[in-house]
């Protein structure tokens, strides 16, 4: 075993830091939550000019051809940071996603924009009713004409109203299981974006398909055969969120550390007091567990080992551990947490939402246990 | 970063012994008498002989000077043997005395070294570690059993409590207080190695709930010569102190718990319930997928104490969290496992019926005291909040 980031890692890290103390502190990040794009064009225009969107892809089309511990180690930054806006849909939703399935064309004519920033894109997966995967999609792709007319109802598009391209996960082919990724003009007729409001203020879209028409060489990797690679591509960024989530919950911990030295009750700080010390305790295991978990699958990946039984174990123990550890943070820091003007929020806010996002806990012990062969119901 | 297992090569030499001369009927024995670190009234004749062949091999103390009977290997190495031994529900029967040896390592004297450490490492001495007293548990500083020097020995007197192994070890591994003014009080203590056989030592059973054995060990005016005493005078609480960082790891381990849930999957898989496949029963589902991570989890804390000691870097804070995270899981697992399995897993492996080799049943009483004994989960948390966080002392 070596916890150690290598070389590059490391300095990939502390300018990630220092980028983001700067240009996203937590101010802007409250800013972002009524501004109508989700980020400061400037800022994005920085973050592609150090070339973060194309972290994880290859030289020949534009990227950076980081490994995918690289990609691990700059979300946790990103979370750490809070930063909001497109980076997840484009760079991590769209661009494994392209990575994975894509032609070399396809590869040619998307992702050299998208690692400079230019594209935007993001993945139209979830559907009303369903949980996080690629089984029982109401979304569907009809041959017609040269090509295909897609008809559905998709929801939780994060940044559709940034994004030029969705990349829709639909049902396609003859075969009942069969799953095509269609690259569709937000621009096209047929497709209507609807606002979602949540909590986080991130910006989350319902998105309706109606009969919109696709040409056939919009298709990634094949008409009806995406299942064997969207998988991987899913489970990926499944790992990335994970990431992000560590970022994030490593400064609730830090935010309640910190408080719990200075806060003074009953004439000493409350870190002095033993319940107080042991819910720092536990939010530190949570943390630093939720962070092996996440590098180690990580680490699979990037040796091309198997690594899906890990990944979920990664997304179940993470979420887990991040929602108590907001609990904790919060119960430690009282009334103070409580406040918009406290940073606290921010985190934990981030932390119990993403747990619900690519893979909540249910969904991934649910596919844990058809991968140590225990039987589905019938 | 790197999660490789760097010592695979001598993990698969282990293992193909293991599994060449660990016999099933041995495996059974070794899980009726020995798992959750249970200590039975006496030792079977089979494990002895087992635990003098593992000695045999080398594999006991592979981390210690050749001179001393030892493998000249690393810390790394010998937890291969632990860990391959857990995986089959197996241990080293005498290891507490690895707690003993590591300090001796530091702080015994050549004579003590030689007498001791060979022995351990054939597999054949044990050495009873002598802390705990009625009053002075969880507060080891507050030890009361006295030691007073006199010419060329000391004379001690008093009770030490919950001292597993004192009925068949040679040796009693003992903090005494040595200065009764001494401020704060864990300075006024003193380490002794005993010989068991001392005229005025009396060694008396507790029978505990999980069907095991410890002691109460009295001493009655014991002479003691100077030669048993281990480190200098006054300075027991420090020489304690030191190898508690690796002897964390030769407790509980995480492979155990593996094999215990593979083996509890395992029947599952095959069971039925209230007509219907057990595994089919999301509640059931969820629950195995849960441990199948929670046990990940555990294995990499693990892991995380073993390569900071390679690099002599400070583990308090996470052998801790290590400790307190795998007792605690434990615990939770096989009271899990039970309302899996229903009314089977409340069977002993002596029933003809039992499940699992009766461990889930055996663990509900056997895990209860991991999670006090060695460090209490509040301390481990104390340790984390405050050496590893920061947070003041109150
Ligand atoms: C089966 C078994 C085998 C053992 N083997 C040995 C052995 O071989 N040698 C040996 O020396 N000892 C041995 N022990 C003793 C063991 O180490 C003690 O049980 C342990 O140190 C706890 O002490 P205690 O039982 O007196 O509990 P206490 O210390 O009285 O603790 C009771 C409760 O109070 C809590 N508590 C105590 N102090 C604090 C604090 N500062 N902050 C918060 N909470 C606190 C504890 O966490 C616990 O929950 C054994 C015990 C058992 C049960």
């Not at chain 2, 009314?343 to 492996?349: S, V």
Request: proline residues 4%; charged residues 25%; contains cysteine.
């Amino acid at each position: 075993m070596d916890l150690n980031l290598s070389e590059s890692q490391t300095i990939l890290r502390g300018a990630a830091r220092e980028f983001l103390a700067s240009e996203c502190p937590p101010s802007l990040v409250r800013q972002m939550e009524t501004d109508p794009k989700g980020l400061p064009p400037e800022v994005w225009r920085r973050i592609a000019q150090m070339g973060w969107p194309g972290i994880v892809v290859p030289e020949q089309y534009g990227g950076h051809e980081g490994s995918f511990l690289d990609l691990l180690v700059l979300l946790d930054e990103i979370g750490r940071a809070a930063l909001p806006g497109p980076f997840f849909s484009t760079a991590v939703l769209a661009g494994l996603t392209i990575l994975e399935g894509g032609s070399a064309e396809q590869k040619l004519s998307l992702l050299p924009r998208l690692c400079q920033g230019e594209l935007f894109a993001s993945l139209a997966l979830s559907e009303p009713g369903l949980d996080f995967g690629l089984d029982g999609l109401t979304t569907a792709a009809a041959t017609s004409g040269k090509g295909y007319a897609i008809t559905g109802t998709k929801v939780f598009v994060p940044d559709a109203h940034l994004a030029e391209v969705l990349l829709c996960v639909a049902r396609a082919g003859r075969r009942k299981d069969g799953v095509g990724v269609f690259l569709v003009k937000t621009a096209n007729p047929g497709v209507s974006l609807a606002p979602l409001e949540t909590n986080l203020r991130d910006k989350q879209f319902e998105v309706i398909f109606d009969g919109v028409e696709v040409g056939a060489a919009e298709v990634l990797g094949g008409k009806s055969g995406a299942r064997a690679w969207l998988g991987p591509a899913l489970g990926k960024a499944m790992l990335a969120k994970c990431a992000e989530m560590v970022g994030a919950g490593r400064r609730a911990l830090e935010l309640a550390v910190e408080y719990a030295k200075v806060r003074v009750q009953f004439g000493k700080p409350i870190g002095t007091l033993q319940a107080v010390k042991h819910h720092c305790a536990n939010l530190a295991t949570c943390i630093e567990t939720a962070e092996l978990m996440t590098y180690r699958a990580g680490w699979l990946v990037e040796q091309g080992l198997p690594w899906r039984r890990d990944a979920l174990r990664a997304k179940a123990w993470t979420n887990e551990a991040c929602k108590r550890a907001a609990a904790l943070a919060h119960q430690v820091h009282g009334g103070m947490g409580f406040t918009r003007e406290y940073d606290l929020y921010l985190y934990t806010g981030r932390m119990t939402a993403f747990a619900q996002m690519y893979g909540g806990t249910r969904w991934c012990l649910d596919q844990l246990a058809d991968e140590m062969g225990l039987v589905r119901e019938a | 970063m790197d999660f490789s297992d760097s010592r695979a090569a001598f993990r698969r030499e282990v293992a193909q012994w293991l599994d060449r001369e660990l016999t099933d009927e041995l495996r059974d024995e070794y899980a009726r008498e020995t798992t959750f670190l249970r200590v039975p009234m006496a030792w079977s004749p089979n494990i002895l002989e087992f635990n003098r062949k593992i000695g045999a091999k080398g594999w006991i103390g592979l981390h210690w000077p050749k001179q001393y009977g030892g493998g000249g290997r690393t810390l790394g190495d010998q937890l291969v043997v632990v860990e391959e031994l857990a995986a089959r529900h197996a241990k080293i029967i005498n290891s507490q005395s690895l707690h003993a040896t590591n300090i001796l390592l530091i702080h015994g004297t050549e004579e003590q070294k030689m007498e001791i450490i060979p022995h351990v490492a054939r597999g054949e001495m044990e050495v009873s570690l002598g802390y705990t007293e009625p009053n002075a548990g969880s507060d080891v500083a507050n030890i009361q059993m006295r030691a007073v020097e006199k010419d060329d020995h000391f004379v001690i007197t008093g009770e030490k409590i919950f001292n597993t192994m004192a009925h068949w070890a040679s040796y009693h591994w003992l903090l005494a207080r040595t200065d009764p003014a001494a401020q704060p009080k864990y300075r006024g203590l003193t380490m002794f190695v005993v010989d068991l056989k001392t005229p005025g030592i009396t060694v008396r059973p507790i029978k505990t709930i999980d069907d095991a054995r410890t002691n109460l060990v009295h001493y009655d005016d014991v002479r003691v010569p100077k030669s048993r005493m281990v480190g200098a005078k006054n300075r027991g609480f420090y020489v304690a102190m030191d190898a508690l960082g690796q002897e964390r790891l030769f407790v509980f381990n995480p492979r155990f718990y593996r094999a215990l849930y593979d083996d509890i999957v395992q029947y599952i898989k095959t069971a039925h319930r209230n007509g219907r496949a057990l595994a089919s029963d999301p509640v059931v589902r969820h629950a195995l997928a849960e441990f199948d991570a929670k046990i990940a989890v555990s294995q990499l804390l693990y892991e995380r104490v073993i390569w900071l000691l390679e690099q002599k870097k400070p583990v308090i804070s996470e052998v801790s969290m290590f400790k307190m995270f795998i007792t605690e899981m434990g615990q939770e697992l096989v009271r899990r496992a039970l309302d899996l399995i229903g009314l089977p897993g409340l069977l002993r492996l002596e029933s003809k019926l039992s499940v699992v080799r009766g461990l889930v049943a055996m663990g509900q009483e056997g895990t209860i005291f991991h999670t006090f004994a060695g460090g209490a989960s509040e301390l481990m948390r104390n340790i984390i909040a405050g050496r590893g966080y920061g947070l003041p002392e109150a």
